[in-house]
């Protein structure tokens, strides 16, 4: 059962919303590298 007043979003909302999420992973799964070399360079010396 679909409710009427539930947003639609239009294709190209819909690919700006998928392109910003993927650039929201991209940045965080580049921090998590960033923090793990960090890490090891910290345990290193």
Known sequence: ME??????????EQRARRNRS???GA???GLV???YFVTL?????
């Open 3 to 12: 409710r009427e007043d539930r947003v639609r979003l239009t294709e190209a």
């Open 33 to 35: 590298v960033i923090f």
């Open 41 to 45: 360079a910290k345990m290193a010396s």
């Open 27 to 29: 940045v965080l799964v």
């Open 22 to 24: 993927l650039a929201i």
